[in-house]
T-cell receptor, first 107, second 116 residues
Framework: GIQVEQSPPDLILQEGANSTLRCNFS?????LQWFHQNPWGQLINLFY???GTKQNGRLSATTVATERYSLLYISSSQTTDSGVYFC?????????FGDGTTLTVKP | DAGITQSPRHKVTETGTPVTLRCHQT?????MYWYRQDPGHGLRLIHY???????DKGEVSDGYSVSRSKTEDFLLTLESATSSQTSVYFC???????????????FGEGSRLTVL
């Protein structure tokens, strides 16, 4: 099956800083999603992005399918951005998750 | 928010007892999934269903069985719970990837299971 790797595993920022999270996948995928798991454990859909670039407020994502990676950009980070960010690669009817990046934003 | 309800949300049980977790959806989505989440492992797929009575194994299916007798319900059963099955279990739904749908996953709130 598809292997999904995320980096870095942990990231600590000061409020206001920018960050880039990376997701590499081992094979062609039909779909790539980014999720945020908040401190209460809820999984929040951020982006569905099989290719190209999307933006939603301070967050944006880019997937380069031909090179098998996706990037999540967080600008002007806030304490509420803290949590775990997962990417999930979809192929053949199911999604495979990376191990996540744990982001801590300090005030 | 996607209409996904998991029950129970919290359960403590003893080793060797059977446990059933229920996922109920109101979205009429074709695909339903059970994942488990453990520290350091992200989310790992246990079983999934691509239609009523159509199920398949994921990467960590040993010790688990599933059933889907109607579109809206997907049950995960631990026939004889073990301490290694202590985890948070998430249900997800999707319409699958077709000319009209993207395959986007939507998650329930999770069920925390502790096996003593």
């Amino acid at each position: 099956g598809i292997q999904v790797e995320q980096s870095p595993p942990d990231l600590i920022l000061q409020e206001g800083a920018n960050s880039t999270l990376r997701c590499n996948f081992s094979d062609s995928v039909n779909n790539l999603q980014w999720f945020h798991q908040n401190p209460w454990g809820q999984l929040i859909n951020l982006f569905y992005i099989p290719s190209g670039t999307k933006q939603n407020g301070r967050l944006s994502a880019t997937t380069v399918a031909t090179e098998r990676y996706s990037l999540l950009y967080i600008s002007s980070s806030q304490t509420t951005d803290s949590g775990v960010y997962f990417c999930a690669a979809y192929n053949a009817g199911k999604s495979t998750f990376g191990d996540g990046t744990t982001l801590t934003v300090k005030p | 928010d996607a209409g996904i309800t998991q029950s129970p949300r919290h359960k403590v049980t003893e080793t060797g007892t059977p446990v059933t977790l229920r996922c109920h959806q109101t979205e009429n989505h074709r695909y339903m999934y059970w994942y488990r989440q453990d520290p350091g492992h992200g989310l790992r797929l246990i079983h999934y269903s691509y239609g009523v009575k159509d199920t398949d194994k994921g990467e960590v299916s040993d010790g688990y069985s599933v059933s889907r007798s109607k579109t809206e319900d997907f049950l995960l059963t631990l026939e004889s719970a073990t301490s290694s099955q202590t985890s948070v279990y998430f249900c997800a739904i999707s319409e699958g990837l077709t000319t009209h749908y993207t395959g986007e996953l939507f998650f329930g709130e999770g069920s925390r299971l502790t096996v003593l």
